[in-house]
């Protein structure tokens, strides 16, 4: 299904004229949501499921929420990821990113090497560096801080922590 064409974007009035003919329930949380009200687990679940009519009212109410609080402007952060290894144990198989220690093409970047490659990045008009990695036994866990410290980038602020962040690294946003 190509959505976008299906979709009301240009037409004035659309999504009124869909309030008054899709599931009332789905309305009443679209409505609540335009004027603020945060919604509950219930009722996010519904939005989730919804498809048709009620998924094109669902785009155009969540496009208005969009052009309300932010406007049309666009912003974004150049980043680079800096993958200090492949080596990792979990075989998660999210990624076909990780390697065993002994396999022929696994790496393990040095702390040196991950400073070179942000401050590539800063020259390159990076303002943020995202250091992760696979997770290798034995991995010491203050490694935030440690590449952290490599990475030494002009003005660094800020340190954002990875979703492990006692055994990965995080990443770094220097100031402007
Ligand atoms: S590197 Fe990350 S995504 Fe890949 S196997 Fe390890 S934990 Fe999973």
Do not use: K
């Amino acid at each position: 299904m190509n959505l976008s064409n299906e979709i009301g974007w240009d037409r004035r009035d659309r999504l009124e004229a869909l309030f008054g003919v899709i599931n009332q329930d789905v309305a009443r949380v679209l409505e609540r949501s335009l004027d603020h009200v945060e919604m509950d687990f219930d009722e996010g679940l519904l939005l989730a499921e919804t498809s048709g009519l009620e998924l094109e009212a669902l785009v155009l109410a969540a496009d208005q929420v969009r052009r309300q609080r932010v406007g049309d402007v666009v912003t974004y952060v150049v980043n680079r990821n800096i993958n200090f290894t492949n080596v990792c144990f979990v075989g998660c198989r999210f990624c076909a990113f990780s390697r065993a220690p002994r396999e022929r093409d696994a790496y393990f970047l040095s702390l040196d090497e991950v400073g070179r490659r942000a401050r590539q990045a800063w020259d390159q008009g990076a303002r943020e560096v995202c250091v992760q990695g696979g997770l290798p036994r034995g991995l010491v866990p203050p490694l935030t801080s440690v590449a952290v410290r490599a990475v030494a980038m002009p003005r660094l602020d800020g340190e954002r922590g990875s979703p492990r962040p006692t055994t990965a690294p995080g990443s770094v946003r220097p100031s402007q």
